[in-house]
Antibody, heavy 117, light 110 residues
Framework: EVQLLESGGGLVRPGGSLRLSCAASGFDFTNNAMNWVRQAPGKGLEWLSYINSAGDTTYYADSVKGRFVISRDNSKNTLYLQMNSLRVDDTAVYYC??????????WGQGTLVTVSS | QSVLTQPPSASGTPGQRVTISCSGSISNIGTNTVNWYQQLPGTAPKLLIYSNYKRPSGVPDRFSGSKSGTSASLAIRGLQSEDEADYYCAAWDDSLNGGVFGGGTKLTVL
């Protein structure tokens, strides 16, 4: 069974940093692109970032470009999102999802990040 | 303001057919395929339709997708109470070089 399990969320002060992890199992992680998507409380979905299977091609939404970094460790079947210079409006549930953007399937259960003073 | 435009709400009675529209531009829907996601209350989104009209295994054929020009639609026939959820369209945008979602449509089964 394909599983994605996010972790690393929590409460952080504005301007702080946090690293999210997404542990993958049940599929060939090494040969699949991955994405991060977030959802602010009561709001819609916002795509954040994409990384290809080798980890050498990445894309970012303008809202996080220069602040967030996506990476992966194929030896550990794990996807990461390093989040720096966090702002109050970064408060959201963060999901990882398997595949290129044209086929995000499945999604993890999400991890909540709260940015507040 | 989302790049893809969806109606914020839709509704229907059990057994009815409902459609949800998604409007974009040449750089997203006009050039790339459209996907639809279903998000049941309190859960993570789930892929419902990909490549404009294809259904992943396990998705009932009551759900169908279509695309024409810079717009797409999701149709649900034989509406059931368990279809009550938020629905999002999505596409890659070549101008933004990133993915874009619609604002979501909350479907209520009356």
């Amino acid at each position: 069974e394909v599983q994605l399990l996010e972790s690393g969320g929590g409460l952080v002060r504005p301007g702080g940093s946090l690293r999210l992890s997404c542990a993958a199992s049940g599929f060939d992680f090494t040969n699949n692109a991955m994405n991060w998507v977030r959802q602010a409380p009561g709001k819609g979905l916002e795509w954040l970032s994409y990384i290809n299977s080798a980890g050498d091609t990445t894309y970012y939404a303008d809202s996080v470009k220069g602040r967030f970094v996506i990476s992966r460790d194929n030896s550990k079947n794990t996807l990461y999102l390093q989040m720096n210079s966090l702002r109050v409006d970064d408060t959201a549930v963060y999901y990882c999802a398997k595949g290129g953007f044209g086929l995000l399937d499945p999604w993890g259960q999400g991890t909540l990040v709260t940015v507040s003073s | 303001q989302s790049v893809l435009t969806q109606p914020p709400s839709a509704s229907g009675t059990p057994g009815q057919r409902v459609t949800i529209s998604c409007s974009g531009s040449i750089s997203n829907i006009g050039t790339n395929t459209v996907n639809w996601y279903q998000q049941l209350p309190g859960t993570a989104p789930k892929l419902l339709i990909y490549s404009n009209y294809k259904r992943p295994s396990g998705v009932p054929d009551r759900f169908s997708g279509s695309k024409s020009g810079t717009s797409a639609s999701l149709a649900i026939r034989g509406l059931q109470s368990e279809d009550e959820a938020d629905y999002y369209c999505a596409a890659w945008d070549d101008s933004l070089n990133g993915g874009v979602f619609g604002g979501g449509t909350k479907l209520t089964v009356l």
